[in-house]
């Protein structure tokens, strides 16, 4: 495997992992580096891919460099490699909402993390990004978002999903490929919520949507928001079968 390096904003980088042999077309674990005086890691990337991410950050902005290491939600794959890159930035600390401080992060962060209320802006120096709680959007009570604010760059975690080693940035439909995944994965929950944070994200108007697995898009965001909202609506309203006993 290797660790792609791509520029999707002004200052702001993916970096791309594909597993091959992960689902049709593989599998791609991305990380997003923002460029500015405090840098910021967005994705740790699992522990065994820490090298090679690591490796990436560290070309990019220098790994002691990093202020910040943030994530969507706790999984490995969001946050497994964390302590790891504490331990190579003494300055870095973690910054999450306050239920993801509160019931994980305060235990498993080898330095104290940093509790954000919902909307909080973290000025990076030349950069700010904006703190958002979605909790159970996709999944997990501690889900979030970041939102960069000089770029219009959504940080969307697990929004998205999609198979496939594709480029980096796209304007292509990803909405089919989003439900394909949800058909495979059946990861997010399924509620009102869900419709209705999207519309909500959808009202900042990004630019970029970098997202975690799968090529980022650049493009109508919002409209393309709305409609992973519809489509999820839509299978919240459709009548399901009953279990059987």
């Known amino acids: 495997m290797m660790t792609k390096t791509d520029l999707i904003a002004p200052g702001i980088y993916r970096l791309s992992t594909c ?15 923002i460029e500015a005086d405090q840098p910021l890691l967005y994705h ?13 950050v560290d070309r990019l902005v220098g790994l002691a460099n990093l202020r910040w290491v943030a994530f969507s939600h706790v999984e490995s794959d969001e946050c497994g490699a964390m302590n790891e890159f504490l331990a190579a930035a003494p300055h870095a ?6 239920p ?6 305060n235990d498993l962060c080898d330095r104290p993390p940093v509790a954000l209320e919902n909307g909080q802006v973290l ?9 958002i709680d979605t909790p159970h959007v996709p999944h997990n009570w501690e889900s979030r978002v970041l939102f960069e604010e000089t770029t219009r760059t959504l940080f969307c975690g697990d929004l998205f999903t999609h198979f496939g080693d ?5 304007s292509e439909d990803l909405v089919p490929a989003a439900m394909m995944a949800e058909d495979a994965f059946h990861s997010t929950g399924a509620s009102p919520a869900v419709g209705a944070t999207l519309r909500m994200l959808a009202q900042l108007e990004p630019k970029v949507l ?4 799968g090529s980022s898009f650049e493009g109508d965001c919002a409209a393309l928001l709305r409609r992973l909202a519809d489509a999820y609506d839509a299978r919240i309203e459709a009548p399901r079968p009953q279990a059987a006993l």
């Open 100 to 105: 993801g401080v509160m019931v994980s992060l």
């Open 44 to 56: 740790t990337g699992p522990r065994a891919m820490y090298p090679l991410v690591s490796h990436a």
């Open 19 to 33: 597993v091959p042999d992960l689902g049709p077309g593989g599998f791609t674990f991305n990380q997003f580096v």
């Open 210 to 213: 970098a997202i975690m697995h």
């Open 123 to 131: 000025d990076l120096g030349g950069k700010r990004v904006r703190h």
């Open 166 to 170: 594709g480029p980096a940035l796209t």
């Open 93 to 98: 600390q973690v910054p999450h909402g306050q």
